[in-house]
């Protein structure tokens, strides 16, 4: 079974509103990220709250890491156009050969004008 | 200067030909990563190599076999493709073993025909 499950799997929104993404997931981590897919194109890191953290700022993005319900949310405020895309989170931990990635499922973004 | 780049972008073949994939990045990591998205978007770690030696290995068809020559440069060959196999492939590469950032090709689209 999946790693990391993401709700919603689409999203569809008017620019400048907030979009918030949740994902969960099942086994310990060391941290979780998240990640943006343009269509067509490969993903791109945005941002990685560590299991000791429980939120994080980075420009317009907030992150939120919630450990014993081994869950966390994607929040982008104001949001552009230019924000269409899939989003992603990943979770580390620890295996036989070192950290690997999980990824979620992912969540189809898109921001109307 | 891209930082992972990957070839072919694009790869039409027929079933039961032999393919390959090359990956090679300029950042100076010494861990780099093989997945695979399927039409869903589903992205499934393959492989993993750390300073040219395997650490990770998903139950992936022995069909599949990656090489890396060097810390630079990962490559993926397929053996008596199926249509199964048609997906986006990404390379990824990262600095250590512990969960930090990986960095994304931009993928190299199979269509097995």
């Known amino acids: 079974s999946q790693q990391g499950e993401e709700d919603p799997q689409a999203l569809s929104i008017q620019e400048g509103e907030n979009a918030t993404m949740n994902c969960s997931y099942k086994t310990s981590i060391n941290n979780l990220q998240w990640y943006r897919q343009n269509s067509g194109r490969g993903l791109v890191h945005l941002i990685l709250?560590?299991?000791?953290?429980r939120e994080k700022h980075s420009g317009r993005l907030r992150v939120t890491l919630d450990t014993s319900k081994k869950s966390s949310s994607l929040l982008i405020t104001a949001s552009r156009a230019a924000d269409t895309a899939s989003y992603f989170c990943a979770t580390a931990h620890i295996t036989g050969g070192g950290n690997k990635l999980t990824f979620g499922t992912g969540t189809q973004l898109k921001v109307e004008l | 200067d891209t930082a992972v780049s990957q070839t072919p972008k694009y790869l039409v073949t027929q079933m039961g030909n032999d393919k390959s994939i090359k990956c090679e990045q300029n950042l100076g990591h010494d861990t780099m990563y093989w997945y695979k998205q399927d039409s869903k978007k589903f992205l499934k770690i393959m492989f993993s190599?750390?300073?040219?030696?395997?650490?990770i290995n998903e139950t992936v068809p022995n069909r599949f076999s990656p090489k890396s020559p060097d810390k630079a440069h990962l490559n993926l060959h397929i053996n008596s493709l199926e249509l199964g196999d048609s997906a986006v492939y990404f390379c990824a590469s990262t600095l250590g073993v512990a969960g930090n950032i990986q960095y994304f090709g931009a993928g190299t689209r199979l269509s097995v025909l």
């Open positions: 190599y750390n300073n040219k030696e395997l650490i």
């Open positions: 709250i560590r299991s000791n953290e």
